[in-house]
């Protein structure tokens, strides 16, 4: 398949290159690196199956040749990051996936859609499925992300039923791994980070809220089943780890893992966020045959042994 990957040289975006290409497929990659960054894809430029595009997705988007898949995996995903560019990510969201599914509509390619745990706000249901049509404020300062993968999510579904493109929505829960951003402002980068130097933990609130935490090669895994299983058009899917954990009880398993003398500090809780996550994965086990491999324990081992190694370099 030619396939273009938006969002290239992010987290995830950047997995999903690299397992598109090990698949054999030719990967087109876009990103205007607002929070990916070329270290993240650089391995990849030598790769004749592989091209890459220094472009934002909220201008048209014009490309030369059939294209059968499109992954719209642009956008900033760290509550951080979305709150430092509220404008910016709801015209990638909006225009970002106007131009791509535009695209897909031309090329008659295949589309998925990266869209986000975060459309159910703070849930009333748990663990959430996807027949849950979630809880957010509209008004709210995490609203830039929620609204507009809402909009997204709308948006595909908009041009499945009008100009039947094939398209699927993978709803993305807490992710983590090698390749995120140290000051990426997530949980996971955090408190490796402060766990690695040393530094106090900060757990917002009392650490009370909880959260499941997937590693990333599952995650890619599973997207790439959502992507190359016939028969899924217009179909969305949770996917993520079960595995649920409150944040201090990540917080102590992170120290524990990492050998760190850190002590954890409390600070404030950010507007909106939202107690409990957790996916139901019943659907995702059931059609796409996945589930995630990785226990938290073990994933987090990799992670904190990537961070180390980055640190020592740096
Ligand atoms: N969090 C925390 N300390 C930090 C960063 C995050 O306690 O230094 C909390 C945050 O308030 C939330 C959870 O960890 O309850 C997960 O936050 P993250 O930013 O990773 O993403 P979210 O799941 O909220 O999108």
Aim: proline residues 6%; contains cysteine; aromatic residues 10%.
């Amino acid at each position: 398949m030619r396939v273009l990957i938006t969002g290239a040289g992010g987290f995830l975006g950047s997995h999903l290159c690299e397992k598109f290409l090990k698949e054999g497929h030719e990967v087109i990659g876009l990103d205007n690196f607002l929070t990916g960054t070329p270290e993240n894809i650089a391995h990849l430029f030598g790769n004749p199956n592989f091209t890459f595009f220094k472009y934002d997705v909220t201008n048209f988007i014009f490309l030369k040749g059939k294209l059968d898949l499109i992954l719209h995996f642009a956008c900033p995903a760290s509550p951080v990051d979305y709150l430092r560019h509220p404008i910016h990510t709801m015209k990638v969201d909006s225009l970002g996936t106007l131009h791509t599914l535009g695209l897909a509509k031309l090329k008659k390619a295949r589309y998925v859609l990266a869209s986000t745990s975060e459309v159910y706000g703070n849930p009333q249901v748990h663990p959430q499925p996807e027949t849950y049509w979630g809880h957010v404020n509209p008004i709210g300062p995490r609203s830039v992300y929620d609204e507009a993968k809402r909009f997204s999510e709308a948006l595909s579904m908009a041009y499945h039923r009008e100009h039947g493109i094939d398209v699927r929505i993978a709803r993305i829960f807490n992710t983590y791994g090698p390749r995120m951003r140290m000051n990426d402002g997530r949980v996971i980068p955090n408190f490796i980070y402060q766990a690695l130097n040393n530094q106090p933990i900060t757990v917002h609130g009392d650490g009370s809220q909880t959260r499941s935490f997937c590693y990333v090669d599952d995650l890619i895994e599973g997207i790439y089943k959502l992507a190359t299983q016939e028969g899924l058009e217009g179909e969305v899917f949770n996917l993520g780890n079960p595995e649920e954990y409150t944040i201090l009880e990540l917080a102590q398993l992170i120290i524990e893992l990492s050998g760190s003398s850190s002590k954890i500090v409390f600070k404030e809780r950010p507007e909106d966020d939202p107690d409990r996550r957790r996916p139901d994965i019943t659907k995702a086990k059931e059609i796409l045959g996945w589930e995630p491999k990785v226990s938290v324990r073990e994933g987090l081992k990799r992670t904190i042994e990537w961070f180390r190694e980055k640190i020592s370099r740096a």
